[in-house]
């Protein structure tokens, strides 16, 4: 018997957190949480992180932890990304700006 492994279907969440990551702009950086609460998730920060780690094709770069710190397995390439749009990372911490960045 074959096995396939297969993404999972979208559900509710998943479609309205990918719409808030497609809609940031270079050089736009939101928290976890702020990704979750605007997709209508408020407190479901764990799972846009769980989403990003299992989704392609999304700016996982632009999402960091509510402390600006850079979150995920790959920090040396996303403070390399987030500093190709012009966002100031020092010592793995965003420097967030008012409105975004």
């Known amino acids: 018997m074959l096995s396939s492994m297969t993404a999972a279907p979208p559900t509710p969440f998943s479609d ?3 719409a808030v990551l497609a809609g940031l702009r270079p050089g736009e950086v ?3 949480g702020e990704v979750a ?3 209508g998730y408020p407190g479901a920060a764990r799972a ?3 989403f990003l780690r299992d989704s392609e ?3 996982w770069w632009r999402v960091v932890r509510a402390d600006g710190r850079l979150a ?3 920090i040396v390439e996303q403070e390399r990304l987030l500093a190709a749009e012009g966002v100031p990372v020092a010592s793995g911490r965003v420097r967030r700006r008012p409105g975004g960045a």
């Open 16 to 18: 309205a957190v990918a």
């Open 30 to 32: 939101v928290t976890y």
């Open 37 to 39: 609460a605007e997709a």
């Open 48 to 50: 846009v992180g769980t």
């Open 57 to 59: 094709g999304f700016p």
């Open 72 to 74: 995920s397995g790959k």
